[in-house]
């Protein structure tokens, strides 16, 4: 079962905003930082592309904080005007200096990355696809000549637990 974003009674303030954004938008972008001091990823991640087009979630990392969402945001417009993203081909009209392609993510990395789509969706039960950049040489991360800070900044979340780097 997924949340009604239209049913906001009896949420948090925050909760109830996050539900109208869903609602208003047709998907909600949330950004993920270390704390200060940590050294870990940055990610953002699409809640409600699924509900509201049937399309899968969208995941993205380590790329400038203001730039993560908006290029979620910029799947996301392409997915509600009828453009469909799929795990495999180069995609070069996402990002403005190079392609970029998706891979389904292993559910096992859920719980670890997209919380607020685990709540929304009250399961599991819905695709996400992870969007990768490409080194200068345009290589991916899991190309074994891709340049090392650019397979190290995004973890390869289509891969069971134990093997995303």
């Known amino acids: 079962m997924t949340l ?4 906001r009674d009896g ?8 539900l109208e954004i869903v609602e208003k938008y047709g998907w909600h972008v949330m950004t993920v930082a270390p704390r200060p001091g940590e050294d870990s990823d940055l990610w953002a ?3 409600g592309l699924y509900y509201s087009y049937g399309h899968p979630e969208i995941i993205l990392f380590n790329l400038k904080s203001d730039t993560l969402p908006r ?7 392409g997915v509600k005007t009828g453009k469909r993203f799929e795990p495999g081909p180069t995609y070069p009209d996402v990002f403005a200096a190079c ?4 891979r389904a993510v292993d559910t096992c990395h859920y719980g670890e990355y997209v919380g607020f789509s685990l709540w929304f969706y009250e399961s599991s039960d819905f695709p996400l696809l992870q969007c990768f950049w490409p080194d200068e040489s345009h290589r ?3 190309d074994d000549a891709c340049a090392e800070g650019v397979r190290k900044a995004q973890p390869l979340l289509y891969q069971p637990i134990g093997k995303t780097r």
């Open 4 to 7: 009604n974003p239209s049913k």
């Open 11 to 18: 949420f948090s303030q925050a909760d109830a905003k996050f």
């Open 45 to 47: 991640y699409s809640t």
């Open 71 to 77: 290029i979620i945001n910029t799947i996301g417009d």
């Open 99 to 102: 392609q970029c392609s998706f």
């Open 140 to 142: 991916f991360p899991w």
